[in-house]
């Protein structure tokens, strides 16, 4: 018999998918999701999701997998660029990075010997807000802030003032325990995936999910409820919850006792400077009357049985009555009858009463009780965590309304009221949250804190108490560019990006020398109208013929639309060039059974002249000679860039970016000596780290004892005093007396009415302010946007992948209403509000609120921007509602024009806005309005048209 030969076969039966597999962290959206990243012949072939990362377990959407078509688009910045016409005209020439770095680092010396406030340092969507504010603290200028104030400061604001945290990063529902769960002013961001895997959950298991938006896409197509409700009345639909429950007596009347200041007591005595105030003892300590004793004790004592209503005689004779008592007299207000807000919510008041009870109906006949023993901070031992089941997420289209922070404080109450924060089945803190309500933190940027060539004395942002916490000079005037922690917006604890260039353009409060932008594209889809933003980047002094905002340096990775206005740019590179991190002292990544942190390591080396911005900036610091920048001898002390900073930073002793692997071995958490392995570390580890929490402090954070002192003793918490809820804010009574005139600070004339009105302790719903512009009868509809699936504001419009999905907008309107009007499906149209017009094609829907319209967020482009042909879809057929919106309200009597904010915390005010919808003339169809001047690239820019991969060209038109 012959022997046996092997086959001559020479076939593949499987292609080896890479020659590398890395692991790192998503920059496609905030979610900040693990990935692997498969590279084969030095270029990115796959990413796929991590399947060990606590953000998304494996998951990985269609923005993430098209990270590929984000790090090879030909809008990425090539080299260094020098303005050489004039600003807009994309007249630059290349220079060296030297020549880059020398010219930044004299433009901010002379400005910082000289005057620091003259620099203005602001940042969009980056997620390393650690280094970029502890820079600018270090620099000196009181004008830092990230991108808060135009995205969801109201609803991060109104969590921190109420009970010490927030959703999203700050926090999460109970997602394995909850029974109901409600969705707020949430599209498909804020977050993706994290919710996307949870709202699978809660389909698994049939649990009720009610969403209300005025548009039925993304979450809220998959509701088994929707809500359409009117844009802005969100705060109003929740009171009448409230009332409901007030009205039917289902709240958790232990928990107030336990976690709230509800049965604090509160000064009645008109007139008198301490009138509304806590009463307290001499300690200090809220006073509450206790039922038991029949006297008056400390709030604070355990075993109080406290009044909830009345009204009791403090030691001084005068009266006082509690919190709850306030809190019911103002929703059992007939104004928050369910048939009162029928109509203005657009939410019949039989629909009101059904979710109220379907809510008391979760969380007090199917209360989730797990057997874990657990301290309260007061010492007593609990032998079960028992929880109220009904979750809840809100994000931005509650949040960016004039009315948004009273809304979001309405939301927590109802929580609260519910008994559902931080308990099994609720809402659940994410470490290092909570914080106290408010935290201890205060701005910085009064005018004996800013000197010339000196650091200022503390972080810019933070959460006033009162007038004496506000950055105001004697005369009451703001001592920020964007005006944040004035008169104008007191409680502004992410800043107010959106007002730096009209108000820098102006003089108003002051000129500045320096406008420094980072990744934010505030020349088109960042700015409230649009072209005033860049007639105010363009503005001249015309006795001298200099721009009145004399030099812009601006850091992004892309040629977005504020490249051309910029005077030097400095080239970033992409996600997947870099080092990055995800940190505690930031934005961190937890969960809500422990904390978490991830970093973003290069998985390929730029191919152009372009470095990471964080390596810039320290670079920055140090020619500069900023504290903590440089060693004595005066040499960088950071010089191996970034990934040296994550290492051996320590903003407090042992305490750094990053928590993981600490400690000359790496052993320790949170605490400890730089370790120099770290990096390492954490790339062994899948590019993150978890710490788990032991079961007993999972829940009840704000309360529990062991976990409070845990968090003590990790450097996240300062103090062990535990998290009361304030249902009632007595920082904003403060503001109120000082707008009375007590007190040593107090506003100017004009301020006063507006914040007595704003600053009431007890939330309470106003209509936004667009509603009384122009009358109904000009401007009746409503006008939104929504943030696609696909596409993370502009980010994705180079994508050649994503773009496909969403290459130009229309202009969604309900059909009923769109007949009414006599316009037919695909007509098109002018949208016309108080300050311009936009025309767009119509497309009807049935999913959408009968007064509101809604398009994609930041699909318009202007031709030749991003790398795009210059007749894109993107620019010929998409449109932004941005053009519409005022970044002024009109003038108030004696000629002042406030931002077009809330005046609580000067959160933009982009979904207030009014229009009305006309035909277009047959004539005029077929290209949106307004038209741009067509950008030019920058030199070296390549074709719009690239191929990728072994395939075929790929055209982006
Ligand atoms: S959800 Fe965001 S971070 Fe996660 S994969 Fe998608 S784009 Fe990336």
New binding site residues.
Partial sequence: MPAYTEPNIDAHLSVKPADEIKTTT?Y??A???GIRVFMKDGKVRYIEGNRDHPV?RGV??G??SAGIMQHYSPARLRAPLLRVGERGSGDFKEISWDEALGLATQWLGEVRQKDPRKLAFFTGRDQSQSLTGWWAMMYGTPNFAAHGGFCSVNMAAAGMYTFGGSFWEFGDTDWDHTRYFMLFGVAEDHA??PIKIALGKLKQRGVKIVAVNPVRTGYSAIADEWIGIKPGTDGLFAAALIRELLRTEQIDVGYLVRYTNAPWLVIRDPGAPDDGLIARDGNGNPLAFDTAANALASALGPDLEPALSGTFTLADGRQAVPVFQLLAERFMADDYMPEAVAKATGVPAEAIRRIAAELAHAAFKEEVVLDIPWTDWTGRRHDQMIGRPVGMHAMRGISAHANGFHTCRILHILQILLGSIDCPGGFRYKTPYPKLAPPFLKPRGKPGDVQAGKPLPGPHLGFPTGPDDLLVDAAGAPQRIDKAFSWDAPFSAHGLMHTVIANAAKGDPYPIDVLFLYMANMGWNSSMNPPATLAHLTDKDPATGAYKIPKVIYSDAYFSETVPYADLILPDTTYLERWDCISLLDRPISEPDGPADAIRQPVVAPDRDVRAFQDVLLDLGARLGLPGMVKEDGTPKFPGGYPDYIVNHERRPGIGPLAGYRGKSGGDYAKGDPNPRQLEQYIAGGCFHIHHLPAHMRYFKHANRDYISWAVDKGFRITTTPVIFQLYSEPMQKMRLAARGHGAVVPPEQHRARIETYFDPLPFWYPPFEDGFGGEADFPINAITQRPMAMYHSWGSQNAWLRQIHGSNRLYMNRARALALGIADDEWVWITSRIGRVKAQIKHMEGVNPDTVWTWNAIGKRAGAWGLDQDAPEATRGFLLNHLIAELLPEQAGGYRYSNSDPVTGQAAWYDLKVRVERAADQETGITSPRFETLIAPPSSPSPHFSWGEGKQGARR
Avoid: I
């Fill in positions: 998503c496609m959206c979610c900040r999701c998304n990985l959407c923005k993430g993706s995936n």
